[in-house]
């Protein structure tokens, strides 16, 4: 085999592994992050306690997977997507008035003017609703500065 041949082969067998179905896969694996533990975000609003989506009624926004118990709440947040997603990205809303990213648990939340918040645990949310304006104006001037800050950084 010449080294033409060599490289030619070579380059070949680069491309049936980067174009292979199980590099597709993974890729798509890499990208399917299930935004709000699964519940359905529009069901945060009905007044009612939120339920959980299903894999029947599911939309994608910025790289993240939403479910929806029904048709027409996906398509509700897909008309509005701004409406229904939660505040700073879904991180604790307390911890972001503190200058910090916590994970935001879906089971500990609030609409307050029509914006879904969430809180890290009961306890932290109990902090949180002490002076819940005070609180939201601090961490909408904290996002700005720390929303694309990892939160091992913080």
């Known amino acids: 085999m010449t080294g033409i041949e060599r490289l030619a082969s070579g380059i070949l067998t680069a491309l049936a592994i980067a174009f292979s179905p199980a590099t ?15 519940y ?3 069901s945060y609003h009905t007044g009612e306690k939120p339920v959980r989506g299903n894999g029947n009624h599911v ?3 910025d ?9 027409a709440n996906k398509e509700a947040f897909e008309s509005d997507p701004a409406r229904y997603l939660p505040a700073y990205g879904g991180f604790c809303a307390y911890g972001v008035a503190v200058g910090k990213k916590f994970v935001g648990d879906p089971d500990v939340w609030e609409v307050v003017d029509g914006r879904l918040y969430l809180n890290l645990d009961n306890k932290i949310k109990g902090l ?14 904290n996002w700005v500065r720390i929303e694309a800050l990892p939160a091992s950084s913080l």
């Open 40 to 42: 359905d975000l529009v």
């Open 128 to 141: 949180w609703t002490k002076d819940v304006p005070g609180n939201i104006a601090k961490a909408d001037r």
């Open 63 to 71: 790289g993240v997977t939403y479910l929806f118990q029904n048709e």
């Open 24 to 38: 597709a896969l993974a890729a798509d694996v890499a990208h399917s992050t299930t935004g709000v533990g699964g």
């Open 59 to 61: 939309s994608v926004h």
